[in-house]
């Protein structure tokens, strides 16, 4: 039935601006995979937990950003992309992206220099499973 075939066609269309909407909503600018594995599909939302070490961190100091991603209490450790944007609150020319990359515990980590003190907004934008998560903590760089 035509109307069959339409309904289809309409739904496949509606995951695809579902999937361009998540990928324009990400500041990133690495190639984007909106390829769907359907095997990999599943319903739990992905969890990102950013850390970083040191927690209070100073300028020219070399700072561990960490990514855990975690699916239904699962780690995740096929993520398509990690990806750190530090950003100083005062300027936001001022900022570093770095691209996360797993380590032996599961966690995606990278490591970054902040040569100026100041306040700063991490974002970890992890696109995983065919989702995307980008929380964002404050960090304060001390001189
Ligand atoms: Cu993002």
Redesign the pocket.
Same mark, same amino acid.
């Given at each position: 039935m035509p109307g069959f075939f339409l309904k289809k066609i309409g739904y496949a269309l509606m995951i695809a601006a579902m999937v361009a909407s998540v990928l324009a909503?990400?500041?990133?600018k690495g190639n984007n995979q909106a390829v769907m594995d359907m095997s990999k599909m599943s319903m739990d939302p992905i969890k990102v937990e950013l850390t970083w070490s040191p927690a209070g961190a100073s300028a020219n100091q070399e700072i561990i950003f960490k990514a855990e991603v975690t699916q239904g209490g699962d780690v995740v450790d096929d993520a398509d992309e990690v990806l750190f944007e530090i950003v100083n609150d005062n300027d936001s020319s001022k900022k570093l992206e770095l691209k996360g990359e797993l380590d032996e515990e599961g966690k995606y980590t990278a490591a970054g220099t902040l040569e100026e003190a100041g306040m700063y907004h991490v974002?970890s &934008?992890v696109t995983a499973r065919t989702q &995307?998560s980008?929380p964002t903590k404050p960090l304060t760089v001390k001189p």
């Open positions: 909503g990400c500041a990133s974002t &934008h &995307h980008m």
